[in-house]
């Protein structure tokens, strides 16, 4: 059987802030082999594995999605 995986770095943000906002996040991928894993160091170091190309798509797309709302909140939270 094939396996996905990918390492996300992530850097120049506010590692305590971005990590628990990542911990927090319910990814709730129901009966898909996805698993995301998240490590503090001196960056982010996300860890993405899947069983298939699309459970990899998936995975990838609610990374994204993630930090995407992660940033669009910070960035309001900001410059109120």
Known sequence: MMEFESNIIVKNVDLGLYYNLLKEEDYDFKNKNISID?????????NLKASSLLEYKI???????SLTIIEKTLYILENE
Not at 38 to 44: A, G, P, R, S, W
Not at 60 to 65: D, F, H, Q, S
């Open 59 to 65: 995975g990838t797309y609610a990374l994204i999605n």
């Open 38 to 46: 998240i490590k503090k160091n001196k960056y982010l170091e996300v």
